[in-house]
């Protein structure tokens, strides 16, 4: 093997077969997989599948505490974990530039490689494309997953009540800062990490100890504050967000601080908004706090009727204040 | 305990509004100068938490809301040519006089690098030694500083394809133009803390002593701000208009000579206009001889467009605090922030897109 992704590789001739054998099928192959069929077979799911699909398109590529490759596996993963569903199989394709070191592939392969078994899924089927030079950037990777549905009726971000709690799986605005920080060069006095991780096991288990878990949602782009907007537009509600109770680390608070940004608007890759009845909310959390991807759970805010759609802030002041979704990505500002 | 949660401590801070509210027993209308006020007041909720006879108003303290129309049609023009722009982040969705803006001109093809620093930019230009890279210098006096020193390394290291487009701006001459309008009516400020380190409390001090204007340099957490409100409240009652530095904790009373200094070597004060201001003498920054070979506008010669009179954008009474956002027939209906008019929506600290984003 070339110690470069060769344009060769995409050819779907020799060079393909080498690349499949030799990175992927070494770090991501299974029974399924290893028959190399132009389609996967599935034959252990039944009742109600829940399907996502992703694209993740990242710099850089290796970030502190993940890579392009096991966030590819949490993010599909726990898409499909959000709807109520144990997740079980992936496919995942590769849009390679010419060119990639071909350690970074293998390197990150070998990532995706240990994610997905972290989370028991398999990766079921694929696909590789190589684009010329300057085509696209390293590399993008897109993953499918699909999970049998456990909870009966399934969350929804349309499925919030007057009268439920809000919850959040732990602190927000880790991932965002970290990218971010990493890819600009800036230096803290702590290291920022990237908190990328599966939280289907810990969904799960909510699911079944808990039970009428009304919404299950992972603040991913555009963070805490976009997604509690889409919430309440979906669910046709108010949602009250209560400032001092939202967890956020104290070197992210200082960058986010430093920068001009808002950690309630950066991404999260391992955390997770959860809405049930308020009476369900302590039993939740103690699942939550004991479980690691949840441990810095909080109870964060309410439901209610008020104004359709709209999510008010209240500050750690006392005062109330619009809690908007965000226009565009964040940038930072001048001083 | 640290620094900054001390300063937002809930209980300390309502000590504080009560007190403010035993003080305001007449109408009050204060202004902030800096837009990381407007922002902190929106954001932390003050603003609902006031009484209802304080307002306070957004002044020019905001570098890209007061960013004129030419300067930006300027910046545009450079940004289609054969040349790199390195900006701060906040240039990147202000929209010129055809609604362009450098987020648009990007996607056709320009190219923008946004950078944290004036040093950043002179890194690009090092780095790419083949492509010219401008800088586009906005600020105010916490920023031409280091602006300033990198030009002097730039020229130390003869880096011969590196610019900037000065578009600096000083705050007291704009204080200046504000305090003289009889049409405006204010009752105190809230100075900005971040422009006061570099300067220091003497350039304001004109305020109480030509025009019995309080005023209070403010630090930027929500007890900060209380508390300079309270001292305006309380000269108000005492009636003994001064200037008090409150943000001692990072605002030296003769504020960064040595800033200043570098500030002095590279640059010359000009005249120069506001975005709704007008033109404001001394306010404007533009290099000295020695140092004008980093000039774009002279290396270049970039053509913009002449702005349009009448865009019907009031961004020019809002800073001047003669109407709130909200009076502004073009707010939330025509001027968005998804489609800016003018650059007080566009801006994060620009007091149109605070009363967008945050009011209830």
Redesign the interface.
Known sequence: MSDRVLLDYGSGGKASQRLIREIFLKHLGNPGLNRLDDAALIEDLSGPLAVSTDTFTIFPLFFPGGDIGSLAVHGTVNDVAMLGAEPRYLSCAFLLEEGLDMQDLDRIAASMGRAAADCGVQVITGDTKVVPKGAADKMFINTTGIGMVIADPAPSGSRAEPGDAVLISGTMGDHGLAILTHRQGLKFETDIQSDSQALNSLTTRLIREVGDVHVLRDPTRGGLATTLNEIASQSGCEILLQEDQVPVRREVQGGCSFLGLDPLYLANEGKFICILPEDLASKALEVMRSHPAGRDAALIGYVREGQKGRVVLRTSLGGHRLLDMLEGEQLPRIC | MNL?SEF?D?DL??RVLEQIQHLADSPFRFMEVCG?HTVSI????????LPENISHLSGPGC??CVTHDLEVNTFLALAKMDLRLAT???L??VPGSRGDSL?KVQAEGARVD?V?SAFDALQLAVDNPSENVVFLA???E??APTVAATVKVALKQQVENFFILPMHKLVPPALQALASDPDIRVDGLLLPG?VSTITGIEPFMFLAGDYNLPAVISGFE?LDILQSIQILLRMHKEKTPAVINSYKRAVADQGNPRARKVMQEVFKPVDTAWRGLGDIPGSGLSLRKEYLGFDARRKFEPAPLQPETNTGCKCGQVLKGKILPPQCPLFASVCT??EPVGPCMVS??GSCAAF?????
């Not at chain 2, 929106?42 to 938490?49: A, E, M, R, V």
């Not at chain 2, 967008?356 to 209830?360: A, D, M, N, R, V």
């Open positions: 900054s937002r809930p801070c309502r990381t929106f954001q932390s909720g003050i603003k609902s938490l570098p890209v701060f982040g906040d990147m969705r987020k946004i944290y906005v600020g105010f916490t920023t971040h929500p922030p998804a994060t600290e967008f984003k945050y009011s209830l």
